[in-house]
């Protein structure tokens, strides 16, 4: 009986990991124009992971990395070939170029942490 509860907890944790990191939804925040977008890098996730974006215009990215896992310590914008490592709790920025219309990922070293911006 005890193996049982042990594996159905094992199973919930897997469940809940894999929903954390590949299947939860963020929520698109509108970046405004101008402005440095600032992202927190908190307890696995970045904070906004879906930022809007005017597309043609270069933009400013602010990191700040609170998250003391490994993980946290790369960003990487693999279609822009840009990456950084963020030191803890000492912000980061980033310029990045004017991006085409579409949706560009941004990521942690092993793609686990994940975030978009979305041009338009
Ligand atoms: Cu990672």
Same mark, same amino acid.
């Given at each position: ?37 600032? #992202? ?5 996730v970045y904070? @906004?992971?879906? %930022?809007?974006? /005017? &597309?043609?215009? *270069? ?12 993980c946290a ?8 070939? #840009? ?7 000492? @912000?980061?920025? %980033?310029?990045? /170029? &004017?991006?085409? *219309? ?19």
């Amino acid at each position: 009986m005890n193996e049982i509860l042990v594996a159905l907890g094992g199973l919930l944790i897997i469940a809940t990991i894999v929903w954390w990191f590949w299947l939860s939804i963020p929520r698109a925040v509108r970046g405004a124009i101008n402005r440095v977008i600032e #992202i927190r890098v908190e307890g696995g996730v970045y904070q @906004p992971a879906a %930022i809007e974006i /005017p &597309a043609g215009k *270069p933009l400013t990215l602010r990191f700040l990395r609170i998250d003391v896992t490994p993980c946290a310590e790369k960003v990487v914008f693999s279609d822009l070939a #840009i990456s950084a490592d963020l030191l803890l709790n000492r @912000p980061h920025e %980033i310029t990045l /170029p &004017a991006l085409q *219309p579409g949706i560009h990922e941004f990521t942690c070293q092993m793609g686990m942490y994940r975030g978009k911006l979305i041009a338009k």
